[in-house]
C-alpha cells in the first residue's frame, strides 16, 4: 500500500516525494510574488492573476493525488496489489486527470490574457481570442471525453468488480498530451513578432524574448510527459505509469511557476533600486498605468509621485538632500520600455518642484 516491508518508499516513490514536495514549494512561492508585484505597483489583482490563483489551487491538487497516489500502488508491480489498492490507484489518476486537464487550460488563459493587456494591438488581440476559442473547445471536447471515458463512470476504476466498457486509455491520454503540446507551441511564438516590433535596443529586445520563451521548459516537460505515457504497459500500469505521475504534476507545477514570470519584473526593479542606494541613489518606487501612484524615497522623507505612462518625465516634489530617479514609460503594462533620470537636490532652505 505505498510502502515496502520494511515501513521505507522504494526508490521510484521517494522521488516522487522529493520532488513533488519541490513542486509545491515553487508554484506556491511563485504565485505570492505574483500577488506582491501587484501591490508594489499599486494596482489590484487582474483577471489573469486571479486565474493564476485558480490554476495554484487546481496543481496543488494534482501534488496531493500524486502523494495519495503512493498509498494506492504507484511505484509498484501491479501483480503485488490487491484488487483494493488497484482500484484506489485507478481512481486517484481518474481524479487526477480532470484536475491536469482543467489547471492547463487555465494557466494558458492567463497567459493570453496577459499577451492582451500588455500588448493591446488589434493584430494580437485577435490572435489572443483565438487562441481562447481554441482552448475552450480543447477544454470541453477532452475534458467531456475524460470523465466519460467509460460507460459507466464508475467502471474506469472498478473493472474488475463491475461490467462496462471503456475507450482505449493509453491513445486517449497520448493524444491529449499531444494537443497540449501544440498549445504550448503556441503561446511560445504568440508574443515573439509584438517584443520584435518594440522600439527598444536589440539587446532588450532579446532579455524580453527570453523572458516570454521561458514556455520553452513547459514545452519539454510536456515532450516527455508524452514519451512517459506512450511507454505505459496496461499489463503493470501502477509500475510503468510511476513516471507520467510524477510528470503530470511537474508540468501542472511549474506551468504556474513559469507563468507567473513575466510578471515579476517589478520586484526585480525593486531590487536594483535596493542597490542602487547603495550608490547614493533614492529607491525608486514601481507604478504602472495612469492614476497609479508609486513612491520616491530620499533620505529624509517619503513623497507621492504621480506616475503616468507618458513620453516625458514626471513631476515631483523632494525635500533637500534627497534623490529621485525618474522613469519615462514609452508603454503601459507589465513590460515597460523605461528612461531613467537621476535627479539630486542640493541641500536649500525650501523644496524644490523638478
Not at 492567463?110 to 493587456?117: A, E, N, P
Not at 483565438?130 to 473493472?159: D, G, R
Request: charged fraction near 15%.
Amino acid at each position: 500500500m505505498g510502502l515496502t516491508q520494511t515501513g521505507t518508499y522504494n526508490t521510484r516513490q521517494l522521488q516522487i516525494v522529493i520532488i513533488n514536495s519541490i513542486l509545491v514549494v515553487l508554484s506556491i512561492t511563485a504565485v505570492s510574488l505574483r500577488v506582491w508585484a501587484r501591490r508594489l505597483q499599486g494596482l489590484g489583482l487582474f483577471v489573469e492573476d486571479y486565474l493564476s490563483i485558480f490554476a495554484l489551487a487546481l496543481s496543488l491538487g494534482v501534488n496531493a493525488l500524486l502523494f495519495q497516489s503512493l498509498h494506492a500502488g504507484v511505484g509498484e508491480h501491479v501483480d503485488t496489489l490487491s484488487t483494493a489498492t488497484v482500484e484506489a490507484y485507478s481512481l486517484n489518476l481518474y481524479v487526477m486527470q480532470l484536475f491536469w486537464n482543467t489547471c492547463l487550460p487555465v494557466i494558458k488563459l492567463s497567459i493570453v490574457l496577459f499577451y492582451q493587456r500588455i500588448f493591446p494591438v488589434r493584430s494580437m488581440i485577435i490572435a489572443c481570442r483565438s487562441v481562447m476559442l481554441f482552448l475552450a473547445a480543447w477544454y470541453i471536447a477532452f475534458q467531456t471525453t475524460a470523465i466519460f471515458q467509460c460507460i459507466p463512470i464508475h467502471h474506469e476504476w472498478q473493472k474488475k468488480t463491475t461490467q462496462g466498457k471503456c475507450i482505449a486509455f493509453v491513445p486517449f491520454v497520448t493524444t491529449l498530451a499531444a494537443t497540449n503540446l501544440c498549445t504550448d507551441v503556441l503561446l511560445l511564438i504568440l508574443p515573439t513578432r509584438q517584443v520584435w516590433k518594440l522600439q527598444i535596443p536589440w539587446g532588450r529586445k532579446v532579455g524580453l524574448s527570453a523572458i516570454f520563451t521561458l514556455g520553452i521548459i513547459v514545452c519539454a516537460i510536456s515532450i516527455v510527459r508524452l514519451e512517459n505515457l506512450i511507454a505505459i504497459s496496461n499489463s503493470d500500469i501502477t509500475w510503468s505509469d510511476t513516471y507520467s505521475h510524477l510528470w503530470t504534476a511537474i508540468e501542472s507545477s511549474l506551468g504556474v511557476v513559469v507563468s507567473c514570470l513575466p510578471s515579476l519584473m517589478p520586484i526585480v526593479r525593486l531590487v536594483k533600486s535596493r542597490g542602487s542606494r547603495r550608490d547614493g541613489k533614492s529607491l525608486t518606487g514601481i507604478g504602472q498605468g495612469s492614476s497609479y501612484p508609486s513612491y520616491v524615497r530620499g533620505p529624509y522623507e517619503l513623497s507621492e509621485v504621480s506616475n503616468r505612462v507618458s513620453t516625458g518625465p514626471t513631476r515631483t516634489r523632494l525635500r533637500a538632500g534627497s534623490s529621485h530617479s525618474d522613469l519615462i514609460r514609452k508603454q503601459a503594462g507589465d513590460i515597460e520600455i523605461i528612461t531613467e533620470i537621476d535627479q539630486t537636490v542640493e541641500s536649500t532652505n525650501h523644496s524644490n518642484n523638478i
